[in-house]
């Protein structure tokens, strides 16, 4: 059983589309995270979760909205997606409180035409 | 710059040589995490070093913490094959629930 499991794994669209992935862990975690890995490499945290409860939300546009209908679960939707967004997106879960150990998912490669 | 800078940012050696890379970052921190990602996968935890801790072992793997020069290494002995991969430094900031990741050392070990 994967433990940390995100849908899709490729995304492709074209500019100014709407798209959402999702994200489900069945390690009992109490934290979800989204990640942004660019093409450098640079992984960069956008959310945290907590019991649904959102933590962390870096710098990112608005036309990012994660949802959390329950902690096994965080989805992240995009809005009028742009050339930019092209990246891989991470999905990852934590015992407890934010920090900690994190299991990621495989991750969603997105690619904006 | 970023928090968590990696160097080299690529090496590669031979089978059953020693690798080391290195951290350094730039606030206090609580702890220091290293991680291993293989091409085209997620990331996967190594090991988790305590700012109280200056040295951890795992295996084939050995982390150092100098927090007074703010710095970690990394250090995988009789290196095989695969563990051809990037390898990540993470830092959680003293007074903070989030990571900042480094940059990443791409590891290529030869047969």
């Known amino acids: 059983d994967t433990a940390v499991s995100q849908t899709p794994k490729y995304l492709v669209t074209q500019m100014g589309n709407d798209k959402s992935i999702k994200c489900e862990q069945n390690?009992?975690?109490?934290?979800m995270y989204w990640y942004k890995q660019d093409s450098k490499k640079f992984l960069k945290i956008m959310f945290s979760?907590?019991?649904?409860?959102?933590?962390i939300n870096e710098t990112v546009p608005n036309r990012f909205s994660p949802k959390s209908p329950d902690k096994a679960h965080l989805n992240l939707h995009i809005n009028s997606l742009e050339l930019g967004d092209s990246a891989v997106y991470f999905c990852?879960?934590?015992?407890?409180?934010?920090?900690?150990?994190?299991?990621f998912g495989a991750g969603t490669r997105l690619s904006v035409l | 710059s970023q928090q968590g800078e990696e160097d080299p940012q690529a090496l590669s050696i031979q089978e059953g040589e020693n690798a080391t890379m290195n951290c350094s970052y730039k606030?206090?921190?609580?702890?220091l995490q290293w991680y291993r990602q293989n091409s085209g996968r997620g990331l996967v935890h190594l090991i988790l070093?305590?700012?109280?801790?200056r040295e951890k072992h795992s295996g084939r793997l050995r982390v150092t913490l100098d927090t007074s020069k703010k710095s970690s290494s990394l250090l995988i002995t009789a290196s095989r094959a695969a563990d051809t991969a990037s390898y990540f430094c993470?830092?959680?900031?003293?007074?903070?629930?989030?990571?900042?990741f480094g940059t990443g050392t791409r590891l290529k070990v030869l047969a």
């Open positions: 990852a879960s934590s015992q407890g409180r934010p920090g900690g150990i994190q299991y």
């Open positions: 390690l009992g975690h109490d934290t």
């Open positions: 979760y907590n019991n649904k409860e959102l933590i």
């Open positions: 606030t206090s921190i609580n702890n």
């Open positions: 070093i305590r700012s109280n801790e």
């Open positions: 993470a830092t959680e900031a003293s007074g903070t629930y989030k990571y900042i």
